[in-house]
């Protein structure tokens, strides 16, 4: 069965690094999402993404934060500056079209810890 | 915006069967969607609502009122297997899903 693949699993940084979490959407997917999960809490909407574009971001989605699909397969979330607070889980999720955007795949999610 | 309400906790005794409700606030609103994630994995879709009633797939029921702004997931002959988180989760646009907070469900022998 087809399923969204994130890399790394878990990602260390210090303050003020730049980091690029990778995510493989399923294959005809058309819609991608990023999701952040603060350890104990709920699961946060940051963006989503079709045709090559953001179609919405939350108010989490700063300028800090951009995505990209730099190819036909890969989906990338990149932080610029990390803050201690951008300690999450990372969840990449797809959805194949529009009628069904409320069944969204997720990825096992890439753990970010930064120091 | 958005926003959800369930309960933080509940606990079952397996082969029982338990509700976990859900209430929202909504600037729009496409439907109301169930995901069950496990301690340290990703969220799993259960089921979705986008009209009035019940939705049945297999011991999973999950149930809508638009009118009340209330839903609710029901789980029946509970297995210890489903342990886990509920999150009940809005989706006010087409391209945007806001979660709850998460009932964690303990069942117990």
């Known amino acids: 069965e087809p399923e969204v693949t994130q890399t790394p699993s878990h990602q260390v940084t210090q303050m003020g690094q730049e980091v690029i979490l990778r995510c493989v959407p399923i294959?005809?997917?058309?819609?991608f999402y990023w999701y952040r999960q603060i350890l104990g809490q709920k699961v946060e909407f940051l963006v989503s993404f079709y045709n090559n574009e953001i179609s919405e971001k939350s108010e989490i989605f700063d300028d800090q934060f951009s995505v990209e699909r730099p190819d036909g397969s890969n989906f990338t979330l990149k932080i610029r500056s990390t803050k201690l607070e951008d300690s999450a889980m990372y969840f990449c999720?797809?959805?194949?079209?529009?009628?069904?955007?409320?069944?969204?795949?997720f990825g096992p999610g890439t753990r970010l810890t930064v120091t | 915006g958005q926003s959800l309400e369930q309960p933080s906790e509940v606990t079952a005794v397996e082969g029982a069967i338990v509700q976990i409700n859900c209430t929202y606030q909504?600037?729009?609103?496409?439907?109301l969607s169930w995901y069950q994630q496990h301690d340290g994995g990703a969220p799993t879709f259960l089921s979705y609502n986008a009209l009035d009633g019940l939705e049945e797939t297999g011991r999973f029921s999950s149930f809508l009122s638009r009118s009340d702004s209330y839903g609710y997931l029901l789980l029946q002959e509970l297995q210890m297997k489903d342990s886990a988180s509920y999150f009940c989760a809005v989706s006010g646009s087409y391209q945007k899903v806001t979660f709850g907070i998460g009932t964690k469900l303990q069942v117990i022998p």
């Open positions: 999720a797809s959805n194949k079209d529009g009628f069904d955007f409320y069944e969204q795949y």
């Open positions: 909504t600037s729009g609103f496409y439907g």
């Open positions: 294959s005809n997917h058309l819609y």
